[in-house]
């Protein structure tokens, strides 16, 4: 039997805080969750995965997608949707971060600040999506 704080855990790194969006370039859905400016989480569909040109052609070249750190399009897509508002930057601590203007220069953490999230980060690293069953 599976804990109920390991379900709460795997529910919290899979799911909580993610959002539809279509890749501007492809139409591809991705299911994606910013905590931070710096901080992007992208779940991949097997169906966004095969349908994106970078991630085809990088497939063709031998290169195996799950290696693939991102698409430079979809990342372009992103960022244009935390500019227009349709995807907001949520901290760990839950309260929306608004976007700053395009161009607007972007501010570091204060000296000192505790780097990831701060002290709302997991006790513990999360477990490998195989051994959650989640299939790569």
């Not at 970078?54 to 031998?62: I, L, W």
């Not at 000296?111 to 999506?129: D, N, V």
């Amino acid at each position: 039997m599976i804990r109920p704080t390991t379900l709460a855990d795997r529910r919290r790194y899979l799911e909580d805080g993610l959002v539809d969006l279509a890749c501007d370039h492809c139409g591809g859905t991705v299911r994606v969750k910013k905590n931070s400016v710096e901080q992007t989480t992208v779940q991949w569909t097997v169906a966004a995965a095969n349908g994106c040109a970078e991630f085809v052609m990088r497939r063709n070249a031998g290169q195996l997608s799950a290696l693939v750190a991102t698409c430079g399009r979809l990342r372009a897509t992103i960022d244009r949707a935390v500019a227009e508002g349709r995807l907001r930057i949520v901290p760990a601590e839950g309260t929306p971060v608004e976007p700053a203007p395009r161009g607007a220069p972007v501010e570091p953490a204060p000296r000192g600040a505790p780097p990831h999230g701060g002290p709302h980060e997991p006790e513990s690293p999360p477990a490998p999506a195989a051994a959650l069953g989640v299939a790569p």
